[in-house]
DNA sequence: TTAAAAAAGGGGATTTTCCCCCTAAATTAA
DNA sequence: TTAATTTAGGGGGAAAATCCCCTTTTTTAA
């Protein structure tokens, strides 16, 4: 019996989908969290009925898909993660397969891939649709180093995603209007904008800020 | 036997909750469609079997929840629209009430409360949650005089979304960069917004663009 | 058919944003 | 403990964005 284990904030969804996964032959529901840390909770007080792979949401309160898969490749490499999101964003799948993810389904996928996607990740290590085999080559192969932004960058960045002007900003954060000036120069460099405008847009993408 | 519809384009979701449904006593799922559109031309062949409630998803690619609950309003009054979505924002839950929605549930309920939500709109016409409860008469009572946006104003809207200057906007439009300043004054008038990032945001949670 | 509104465009001033180049202190790594 | 990096800050200028007030043409409605 393979043991299957679903994390995501819309109870509905995740209780509909563990419905489906019981229809499978050979295959079990152990556990239904709404978070990482949840999840995260249950499996550090249940030795035994470990999931076999889990199937992860990408965007949650408290704790998200990407943390915590990244979590559990390290403590738990055994555990297989199964990414299950309605996110499209390329950027996204990229950032859950880096984390471990075995593999990336879209939540418009058919009941029947599911249930293959399961079995492959569990026989085979991983399920890679068409899609995220496209995503993964093209950005792999794209040898972009990968952007790394400090704290306080992205704090400036969710400050610029508001009416406010940098001179506000910069008051609010306890700055010189001049460094919030560099803050804005270095992430512009970095993320190749060319105005606020395309930061703005950026920190949605990117889940920096949430409108 | 109380005839279900589903649409939504999240395949695995609605044939998930279509399950959820059917398990439900005197309930039946009569249809499931990936958007309205797809709905809408089932409802017109099949004269018999015509559902009393569809669940209905918000955003869809083709034709969205609004849209088709306006339509179903007026064409199908007898057919009740129970919205179920992930969208919180508040604009979005009034949108679908407006159009004829008779309730509104997000998809982080429990099972136990789709069935009531069902049964309430089925016997009583309508079922509020707390949260749409509280929205609904928030919102009613702020005599808001609903903004309308002029499609030439929709159209500069989506391009101020883009790393595309003033200028730049205005060749793309073929107008004058002062039409373009016109369309600015009379759209942060109208909206109250300080500045063009405020415009992005709003155009976001409008619906109007996507990143 | 005539008045009113909407659509397109302009002048000119102020503020904000963007860009490049440069310095001092504090922190971190070798 | 020195060297390198990070963090915070500055000068000055050009380009956009914002604001206010005003004109002409086209559409719409009474």
Redo the contacts with the bound molecule.
């Keep these: 019996m393979y043991k299957v284990a679903l994390v995501d904030d819309h109870t509905l969804l995740s209780e509909a989908i563990g419905g489906l996964v019981r229809q499978f032959i050979n295959f079990e529901v152990v556990n239904i969290s709404v978070n990482g840390k949840e999840f995260i909770n249950y499996l550090e007080n249940a030795d035994s009925d470990k999931p076999d792979v889990v199937l992860m949401d990408v965007k949650m309160p408290v704790m998200g898909g990407v943390e915590t898969t990244k979590y559990l490749s390290k403590h738990y490499p055994r555990i297989k993660v199964l990414a299950l999101s309605v996110e499209e964003e390329e950027s996204v799948v990229m950032q859950m397969i880096r984390s471990g993810a075995k593999g990336y389904l879209l939540k418009d996928t058919r009941k029947s891939i599911l249930e293959q996607a399961l079995l492959e990740v569990i026989n085979y290590g991983f399920y890679y649709t068409n899609t995220v085999e496209r995503i993964v080559s093209q950005t792999e192969n794209l040898y972009e180093e990968e952007v790394v932004l400090?704290?306080?960058e992205i704090e400036f960045i969710k400050h610029a995603c508001t009416e406010?002007?940098?001179?506000q900003i910069?008051e609010k954060m306890f700055?010189?209007?001049?460094?919030i000036?560099?803050?804005?120069?270095s992430v512009?460099q970095k993320l190749g904008?060319?105005?606020?405008?395309?930061?703005v847009i950026y920190a949605i993408k990117n889940n920096i800020f949430t409108p």
């Design positions: 400090k704290d306080r406010m002007t940098y001179k910069a700055l010189s209007p001049k460094t000036e560099g803050y804005r120069e512009f904008l060319k105005n606020r405008t395309g930061l």
